[in-house]
């Protein structure tokens, strides 16, 4: 029964081989050269006025939460694509009901206004 | 590179290891979106389709120093600029290249005045000139070209910069 | 002097008492200093809607009128153009700002106060618009140094290797 | 080197709004080196979330001195000045320049060389227009727009090249007439350009004007009423956007702009799309004009022949001696101009480009002022872009279409 998930254990290894490979010759290797200069926020080439953390207005946080909130939705979709010969109509059937109900989340969004900045 | 402080002049040992480098670094190096003045159009005619930097590795024009590799000052840099010019070079990773794109970068060119700066050298180190007022798009690849056999030709004793 | 024009400086004139001069087709009056918001406010009611040009010229060596400030207004509707100009004393020359009249003149004014040294009382943001914050002197005058540097040929090449304030990394 | 300079809110208390004192809305540099701001324009931005609340513009950073240093230098050697202030209308510059040094001296220019001017100056405003489509286009986010606009002007930049051997930079209108007579090929390039362009012009139309996302961030956005547009100064195509026809090709015609049939394009709305539109027509109004002019090219000298004020041939040099002197009479010293002020202006791509110049008798010109358009127009980007977001804003400057060595001088 373990040897199915090889498959995945090996898959999930290869790819944070690759991340870790990636980014680790960059830092190992790379110069590191860091100046005060450096380290300052970059506001095309002038100094930032005021402090560095400001208050962010909640509009942002809203909506990067309905980006999550759909985002995860076509996460669901990728395996389902995968074996959507296998499943059949039931897993059509099953599938488009899961995209109804957010569609439902959406609309209720989108005439609450929660879309437009203002 | 942090190791070859470490190991200095290796000689044969550390050629291919080097010239891997320096081809990672030839192939993918990206300008920083900084168009000051006429020599900016000229800039983005060479990165348009006609002459086309990108066949040597500039695809992309990164607007921020944080993602760049190379600055190409093409333009006038006025004495109202010089500090953001200074600012925009600090604030950039470490392996970077600079290249002095046309008169006016390179030595004032045709404005020796109060308000130029008489060569973009007293604000950053240039690595590479590029004459002409603007220089055709081909001079600006040529002095990319140039760049790169520079790059190519460093020794790791050289790269502690 | 066209014949649009005839009636529009006709009436300038008696209110303003400004002496008229046309040089090349370019008709211009001379205006003192004080009645300047006057004769704006004036030129504006005449049908004159822009203000096209705002410049200013610094005759040196001649003491007294030594900045002679030039309006140019152009008249879209009436297709005419009119020229102003208001002598000024060298020693601290200032003139009462238009901005509010031609919003356009702000930054008009600002340049004026950066390259000339002129100040507009009553300006809302009178600061330097071209040169650096902290930019001692106004350029475009004429005792200003050009800032001229001598360029590096192959004879002279090394004197000024040695003075050139080269970056370090 | 000094260093970059430390701004603090409250040496901005009289720009900005009260909120951003007590650090409610936050103060953005949308700075000198910004993709979006079209060369090194520093914007000082209020911000509340995307709302731009107020927009304080910061220029200067490409400040040339060219006036300076114009009287620096002979009237020959300043026309190498004019072409670097309004890099993308170098030949518009020239133009503006020789033609106010022509009435300051009553020069007189030959058929010929005017109605080559005015093809140079129609060739050279659509390729300024093609540069503002390919680089606003790209701001908001069509890509290939910039790369079709790039195709296209190298042809013009190929036809400005083979008149005078410089792609940007030509020199070529000279007070008194033209450096030299075009090349024979010149015809045949211009009208190769006048059979494929059109049908270029309507790929652009087919890609944009109806195309919903250019819609939903052009339309409506950046509304200036023709009342607003002439208090600010503003001229060209954002002023005939809001509904003001006002060409000075058209109303104070120069260089023989009269002979020629062609409309000013208008629109009321006065927003970035009818600012679009207007462009978009004005080159192709540009493309009849030059082939207007194209069939009417007269044959003759192209330079006029009082020599006291224009340099002879270089064939003529070895011939006659009086061609000798005032051959080197002219390059070394210049010619005195009679004392005197002129303003003269021309229509530019951005709007009214006006050089007022004034010499008191010297071979140099003793004041020279350029009144540049995109120094006006931009004055009016505070009042567009209140309460805008800031992705509006990236179309709005897009739509003003400001040339930084024209601002900045």
């Known amino acids: ?118 | ?161 | ?169 | 080197m000094p260093d970059v300079q430390e701004i603090t809110v409250d040496d901005l208390k009289h720009l900005v709004s009260e909120r951003a004192i007590q650090g409610e809305t936050v103060l953005l540099n949308m700075g000198p080196q910004h993709p979006s701001t079209h060369g090194v324009l520093r914007l000082l931005l209020e911000l509340d979330g995307e709302i731009v609340v107020s927009c304080i513009p910061d220029i200067g950073f490409l400040h040339t001195g060219i006036e300076k240093n114009m009287e620096a230098k002979t009237y020959q050697k300043a026309e190498v000045m004019t072409d670097r202030l309004d890099y993308l209308n170098t030949v518009g510059n020239i133009l503006a320049y020789s033609l106010a040094v022509e009435k300051l001296v009553d020069l007189d220019v030959p058929p010929r060389a005017q109605v080559i001017r005015v093809i140079l100056t129609e060739l050279q405003r659509f390729s300024s227009h093609l540069v503002w489509l390919g680089t606003s286009a790209l701001d908001l986010a069509a890509m290939s727009m910039f790369l079709y606009c790039f195709r296209e002007r190298e042809q013009i930049l190929d036809i400005l090249e083979m008149c005078s051997g410089q792609r940007m930079m030509t020199t070529y209108i000279r007070p008194g007439g033209l450096w030299r007579d075009v090349p024979v090929e010149f015809e045949a390039a211009v009208r190769d350009i006048l059979k494929t362009f059109p049908r270029r012009i309507d790929e652009y139309e087919a890609l944009l004007t109806r195309n919903p996302l250019m819609l939903d961030r052009t339309y409506g956005i950046g509304k200036l009423t023709a009342e607003e547009c002439l208090n600010f100064g503003v001229t060209g195509p954002m002023l005939r956007a809001s509904g003001v026809k006002w060409d000075l090709r058209k109303d104070r015609p120069y260089s023989g702009y009269e002979q020629y049939d062609f409309e000013v394009p208008t629109r009321s709305e006065g927003d970035v799309y009818a600012r679009y539109l207007v462009r978009l027509e004005e080159m192709r109004q540009s493309l009849r004009i030059v082939g207007q002019a194209l069939n009417k090219l007269p044959m003759g000298a192209v330079r006029s022949n009082n020599f006291k004020f224009v340099p002879p041939q270089r064939s003529e040099i070895g011939v006659s001696m009086e061609a000798l002197i005032h051959h080197f009479k002219l390059w070394t010293e210049g010619f005195n101009a009679p004392r005197g002020f002129v303003y003269t202006a021309v229509e530019s791509p951005r709007g009214e480009l006006g050089v007022y110049l004034e010499s008191n008798g010297g071979p140099k010109p003793y004041r020279i002022h350029w009144r540049t358009p995109s120094f006006d127009n931009l004055q009016s980007l505070p009042l567009m872009s209140r309460g805008v977001l800031v992705a509006d804003l990236v179309a709005i400057i897009g739509s003003v279409d400001i040339v930084l060595g024209d601002v900045d001088r």
């Open chain 2, 1 to 161: 590179m942090g190791i070859e402080q470490k190991m200095g002049n290796m000689g044969i040992a550390t050629t291919t290891l080097e010239q891997a480098v320096a081809w990672s670094r030839t192939n993918a190096m990206w300008p920083m979106l900084f168009g000051l003045a006429c020599c900016a159009i000229e800039m983005m005619s060479a990165q348009a389709a006609h002459y086309d930097m990108s066949r040597f590795g500039m695809e992309l024009m990164r607007p921020s120093p944080r993602q760049s590799d190379l600055m190409i000052v093409a333009g006038r840099v006025s004495r109202k600029m010089a500090p953001v010019l200074r600012r925009l070079y600090d604030q950039m990773p470490e392996p970077k290249w600079v290249i002095a794109m046309g008169d006016c970068a390179s030595c004032g060119g045709v404005f020796n005045n109060y308000a130029i700066m008489q060569g973009v050298d007293e604000v950053v180190p240039v690595d590479v000139y590029v004459a002409g007022c603007p220089p055709r798009p081909e001079a600006l690849i040529h002095g990319v070209l140039t760049l790169y056999e520079k790059v190519q030709g460093m020794k790791f004793a050289e790269m502690k910069k």
């Open chain 3, 1 to 169: 002097m066209d014949k649009k024009l005839q009636p529009v400086v006709e009436q300038l004139e008696k209110e303003l008492g400004c002496t008229v001069s046309e040089t090349r087709g370019l008709v211009s009056l001379s205006v003192p200093a004080e009645k300047i918001v006057a004769a704006c406010q004036q030129v504006k009611d005449l049908g004159f809607a822009l203000l096209s040009a705002m410049t200013a010229v610094d005759y040196w060596p001649e003491e007294n009128p030594r900045f002679h400030v030039i309006y140019q207004f152009t008249s879209v509707s009436g297709n005419m153009v009119l020229g102003l100009r208001v002598p000024l004393p060298g020693l601290n020359p200032s003139l009462p700002t238009i901005s509010h009249i031609y919003r356009n003149a702000n930054w008009r004014e600002r340049e004026l106060w950066d390259m000339f040294g002129i100040k507009f009382q009553g300006h809302p943001d009178l600061r330097r618009i071209l040169m650096p914050a902290d930019w001692e002197g106004h350029p475009l005058r004429k005792d200003y140094p050009l800032g001229y540097e001598e360029p590096q040929f192959t004879f002279n090449f090394d004197e000024i290797n040695l003075r050139k304030p080269y970056a370090k990394e």
């Open chain 1, 1 to 118: 029964m373990l040897l199915e998930y090889a498959a995945i254990a090996s898959f999930i290894l290869v790819t944070a081989l690759i991340g870790f490979i990636a980014i680790g010759l960059g830092t190992i290797f790379g110069p590191k050269h860091s100046t005060d200069k450096k380290a300052m926020p970059y506001e095309s080439g002038m100094n930032p006025i005021g402090p560095g953390t400001r208050r962010m207005p909640v509009r942002f946080y809203l909506i990067a939460v309905l980006f999550i909130l759909f985002d995860i939705e076509t996460v669901f979709l990728l395996p389902w694509a995968l074996v959507f010969r296998q499943l059949g109509l039931f897993g059509l059937v099953e599938m488009f009901l899961f995209i109804a109900i957010l569609l439902v989340g959406y609309f209720y969004a989108w005439k609450k206004g929660a879309l437009e900045w203002e």
